[in-house]
């Protein structure tokens, strides 16, 4: 069930530490993501194939995860997500979108700003495994999509680099008369609050409960990234980012959210299943449930001791019973 988002006029406490996260969570993270994305375009147009790329490939996933819970402001305005990941894929679109390039030899690989009105499941780095890890009937057509695809995400993110400094002047400047993005510091602190709440939600829901499915129908084929098992490193990446962004937040002590967030990395750590696939059976399922619980208790802490002394709660109906 998806956590809904309820703000509540409260006192209002020590604003939350909006100047670390950006320069110690946002901008840098987003830069990192440049360099990476660069690398790995750069890698490409040398050499295109999979077993050369692939160490690139892992090291700007590794970079878009960590900064992927930011879902407001820039890639929000440039209406970027799905084209750097397009996942969850229910409708295996991904696999439709490439099929149908290959399948035409479709030049428009060879042409960079018509690419990027190509379907967005054709995009990023969901697309990218797929090259890098399905065996392709076309290895010249495959190099020159890989070539298109990478030359994209890197294009992306220097994009929302780029704009990342003049939307961080927005939030450092809340409630400036000339400021018509953020009318107060409250403003800042929902949506800061509100990319760790719905990250942690989405990892909770569609990193580990998609592939869990249910007990008597799991789904390990739906679990993200799988072929290049990188399942379970997203959930490590994941709760690191999280983390680091909760600590920012708040000058208190924290001693739930940080001891939930602790037994959550180390339950993670502990699991020998990188592409999640031990869902189906009983007891690997049990291992990543007991993930997935302490996920859990991560979001309750974060809305008793960031959320609620911020002002910004959570409804608590959706963690009922867990």
């Not at 110690?24 to 050369?52: F, K, N, S, Y």
């Not at 967030?261 to 189906?280: C, E, H, K, M, Y």
């Amino acid at each position: 069930m998806r956590l809904a988002l309820i703000f509540c006029v409260l006192a209002l406490p020590a604003l939350a530490d909006v100047e670390t996260v950006l320069e110690d969570h946002i901008l840098p993270g987003h830069q990192r993501l440049v360099e990476e994305t660069a690398t790995l375009a750069e890698t490409a147009r040398a050499d295109c194939t999979a077993e050369t790329l692939r160490p690139a490939f892992h090291e700007a996933y590794d970079a878009w995860i960590s900064v992927s819970h930011i879902q407001f402001g820039p890639i929000e305005d440039r209406a970027l997500t799905i084209a750097m990941t397009f996942w969850p894929d229910p409708k295996d679109s991904t696999g439709k979108a490439l099929t149908r390039l290959v399948a035409a030899a479709d030049p428009i690989v060879d042409q960079p700003e018509a690419f990027r009105d190509v379907s967005a499941a054709a995009q990023g780095f969901t697309a990218l495994e797929r090259l890098l890890y399905d065996p392709q009937p076309d290895a010249d057509y495959g190099c020159r999509l890989t070539r298109a695809i990478t030359t994209e995400l890197a294009r992306k993110s220097t994009i929302l680099a780029e704009d990342w400094p003049d939307f961080a002047a927005q939030m450092r400047t809340a409630g400036q008369p000339n400021n018509t993005r953020f009318q107060s510091d409250r403003e800042v602190q929902r949506a800061l609050y509100t990319a760790l709440s719905t990250g942690l939600e989405f990892l909770h829901d569609q990193r580990l409960g998609r592939p869990l499915g249910t007990f008597d129908r799991p789904r390990p084929r739906r679990a993200e990234a799988r072929r290049s098992e990188r399942s379970l490193r997203h959930v490590a990446l994941s709760l690191a980012a999280l983390e680091e962004l909760a600590l920012m937040m708040s000058d208190a002590a924290l001693p739930d959210t940080r001891n939930t967030f602790t037994i959550a990395r180390s339950r993670a750590a502990d699991l020998d299943d990188p592409s999640l696939q031990g869902v189906a059976d009983p007891g690997g399922r049990f291992r990543v449930e007991l993930i997935q619980q302490a996920v859990r208790d991560v979001q309750v802490a974060v809305i008793r001791e960031i959320g609620t002394p911020l002002g910004i709660t959570a409804g608590f109906n959706s963690l009922d019973g867990d």
